[in-house]
Nanobody, 125 residues
Framework: QVQLVESGGGLVQAGGSLRLSCVAS????????TGWFRQAPGKEREFVAA????????YNADSVKGRFTISRDNAKNTAFLQMNSLKPEDTAVYYC??????????????????WGQGTQVTVSS
């Protein structure tokens, strides 16, 4: 089992930045891919970004390319989502997810096993 806890959300003006963190605990001795998803009010949860265990493979949704960067520090069991040039449409609850994997990096919700509780990001115009 892997437990995930997100932090770093908040209220920011359009054009601002936030850095989300996702700390893993439990069975962290195994390798796992990490993903970020988000869910806006009235919408389905959508993929944002994902990263492989060694960090050599990353994916970003088209809507966040050039603005968001995913990274990880395995020594600290932590993944990050640096969000720059935020827009009001980025407002959502952001979730961290993980699945045991060394090289494969899923981009769909159903492929992830472990989920955090989410952190709210609100971008005002």
């Amino acid at each position: 089992q892997v437990q995930l806890v997100e932090s770093g959300g908040g209220l920011v003006q359009a054009g601002g930045s936030l850095r989300l963190s996702c700390v893993a605990s439990g069975r962290t001795s195994s390798t796992y891919a990490t993903g970020w998803f988000r869910q806006a009010p009235g919408k389905e949860r959508e993929f944002v970004a994902a990263i492989s265990w060694f960090g050599g493979t990353t994916y970003n949704a088209d809507s966040v390319k050039g603005r968001f960067t995913i990274s990880r520090d395995n020594a600290k069991n932590t993944a990050f989502l640096q969000m720059n040039s935020l827009k009001p449409e980025d407002t959502a609850v952001y979730y961290c997810a993980a699945v045991h994997s060394t090289y494969f990096v899923p981009r769909t919700e159903s492929e992830y096993v472990y989920w955090g509780q989410g952190t709210q990001v609100t971008v005002s115009s």
